[in-house]
């Protein structure tokens, strides 16, 4: 049986965001504003992470996530959809994943665990990796939104770890090597269609 292309569905049901994401509009709450707030939260996340809040940083995350996945439903539902806010909302969401894991860093380190200290690198790298794959294929005209460990996947397997404890090991060790599994997947199949194309070109 083949797996699948990603772990988590691309968007969450209708029948649950639904209402929520017209909520917001009614409220005036616009996509950016979501993009904004998902920023700040997230970096309180790493404050609380750097401190040795583990569980509380673990929630804060994925709430204040939760709201980022919103706002592109958000700007399809009130017809604000625009490419630069496509492009705010994708910096944002490195930044947001890349300072929580900062401050996870900063904790590990402060606790003497290198090894974990060592993961959350390989996390970090693996997850810009990915990210940079599908902007690069995106660049060359491919579209990848497919991946076995995208950003969603990454969040709640990271909250969940974060707010047990007894799972942050296993589950680093597993985003470490997912991590880079996906980019190496995303980057077969950019270049599978890269080279159909050239092919059907010549």
Request: proline content about 3%; hydrophobic content about 55%; overall charge neutral.
């Amino acid at each position: 049986m083949a797996l699948p292309s990603s772990l988590l569905p691309n968007r969450a049901p209708t029948v649950i965001i639904g209402p929520i994401v017209r909520g917001l509009a009614r409220i005036g709450v616009t996509p950016d504003m979501l993009s904004f707030a998902a920023l700040a939260g997230n970096i309180g996340a790493a404050a609380l992470i750097a401190t040795g809040s583990l569980a509380m940083g673990g929630i804060v995350m994925l709430v204040f996530s939760a709201l980022d996945f919103l706002d592109g439903e958000l700007a399809r539902t009130t017809g604000k959809a625009s490419k630069a806010g496509a492009m705010l909302d994708s910096v944002f969401d490195r930044f947001s994943e890349a300072v929580v894991l900062f401050g996870l860093l900063l904790y590990q380190l402060d606790e003497g665990h290198r090894e974990e200290a060592a993961l959350v690198f390989a996390v970090l790298a693996g997850s810009l990796l990915v990210s940079y794959v599908r902007a690069r294929a995106e660049g060359l005209g491919v579209a990848l939104t497919s991946g076995w460990l995208r950003r969603a996947e990454r969040v709640v397997l990271l909250g969940v770890a974060l707010i047990t404890g007894v799972l942050l090991r296993p589950v680093l060790w597993a985003l470490a090597v997912l991590t880079v599994l996906t980019a190496i997947q995303r980057l077969y199949i950019a270049m599978r269609i890269l080279r159909a194309e050239a092919t059907e070109g010549d």
